[in-house]
């Protein structure tokens, strides 16, 4: 293996991103390679060096996030707040529409029924009208005036 | 404890993981201090709005650098601008301190930066991602939104530059 292969094993191995298995090799060949060990040595410099500088964190971020965050919070924390304009509204179109659905099917049930005590009365009634039909005698109507009998029933009603 | 108190200790403790790092590699892909320090801000108010939605835990770190990014490079497009470099830390750097080979860390962050400048804009997003964040090879591909075998290489070969370089003066 060349030192441009451990070169990148090192960076893994600098990075923890190596297998615990290959950490042996890049050990015995910094332990043979000294330009290897110059590579290594600087990688490790630079990092600790850019570690030392992030460390090194304005204070005055926390104030100015923080005080978002707790204005944010209060805001939230009201119950009519712009967040939950749109949480409110849907509770009351869903009350609005519970409230509509019972109605609905309290209106359909009333006109059931009122349906069901008409179509009620218009079977009587057909029953009815059916009885006094067939008590009446038979009635013949002919097309022609000429003819004998326009209305054969009343004649025979005479006779 | 009430939701809004344990939001808040989430909060408070993904903050204080991510803030220093965080703002590193914003400032030093925008080289302006208020800009980053506005940016910074933003996408910790956006994280504390949407915590609830990030449901996957792990991912909160990668979360939080594509949005910080976003914000960056929509910064760049109104802007209309590559990201710059401070010029100004190089100034008290005389050449006779590297021949001196005694390089003070300050001095070293100088000249970090100045080398950062030297290289492609994706060589150097993947270095400032992990040196200055120290996220692991998938975070970074996760953010970029590319393979981790291709983070690898440029991380790899933006080291290697920068070692190169720097290594003969240290």
Redesign the interface.
């Known amino acids: 293996m060349n030192c441009e292969l451990y070169?990148?094993m090192m960076?893994?191995f600098h990075?923890?991103?190596l297998e615990k298995a290959k950490e042996p090799f890049i050990f015995t060949h910094l332990a043979e390679c000294e330009e290897c060990r110059?590579?290594f040595k600087?990688?490790s410099?630079?990092?600790s060096?850019?570690?030392?500088?992030?460390?090194?964190?304005?204070q005055?971020?926390?104030e100015?996030?923080f005080g978002?965050?707790r204005t944010?919070?209060d805001k939230?924390?009201l119950l009519f707040s712009p967040r939950k304009i749109p949480t409110l509204v849907s509770c009351a179109l869903g009350i609005i529409i519970i409230i509509m659905s019972v109605f609905i099917f309290d209106s359909e049930t009333e006109y059931k029924q009122e349906m069901h005590l008409a179509l009620k009365q218009i079977r009587y009634q057909n029953e009815k009208i059916n009885l006094l039909m067939n008590t009446m005698p038979e009635v013949r109507v002919r097309s022609k005036l000429s003819d004998a009998t326009i209305i054969q029933g009343n004649r025979q009603v005479t006779q | 404890m009430d939701k809004?108190s344990n939001n808040?200790i989430e909060?408070t403790l993904v903050?204080n993981r991510h803030?220093?790092?965080l703002?590193?590699y914003i400032y030093k892909m925008l080289n302006e201090k208020m800009v980053a320090?506005d940016i910074?801000?933003n996408v910790?108010?956006k994280f504390?709005?949407n915590m609830e939605a990030i449901k996957n835990k792990d991912a909160i770190a990668a979360w939080i650098y594509r949005t910080a990014r976003n914000e960056i490079y929509e910064h760049l497009r109104k802007k209309r601008s590559r990201p710059e470099f401070p010029e100004e830390d190089l100034s008290y750097i005389d050449a006779n301190d590297y021949l001196d080979g005694l390089i003070e860390?300050k001095e070293?962050?100088a000249l970090?930066i100045s080398e950062l400048k030297t290289m492609p804009p994706e060589q150097r997003e993947v270095y400032l991602l992990?040196?200055?964040a120290?996220l692991?090879?998938r975070e970074i591909s996760a953010i970029l939104e590319i393979e981790e075998e291709l983070v690898?290489s440029r991380?790899?070969k933006a080291?290697?530059k920068?070692?190169e370089r720097?290594?003969k003066l240290?």
Do not use: W
Request: charged content about 30%; glycine content about 2%; overall charge positive.
């Open positions: 070169n990148e960076q893994q990075d923890g991103e110059e590579f600087s990688m410099f630079i990092s060096s850019i570690q030392m500088e992030v460390k090194d964190f304005p005055r971020i926390d100015k996030v978002k965050i944010i919070s939230n924390s | 809004l808040l909060f903050y803030k220093s790092a703002y590193y320090e910074l801000q910790f108010l504390f709005q860390r070293l962050k970090i992990k040196e200055y120290d692991s090879y690898k991380l790899f080291r290697k920068l070692i720097i290594s240290i």
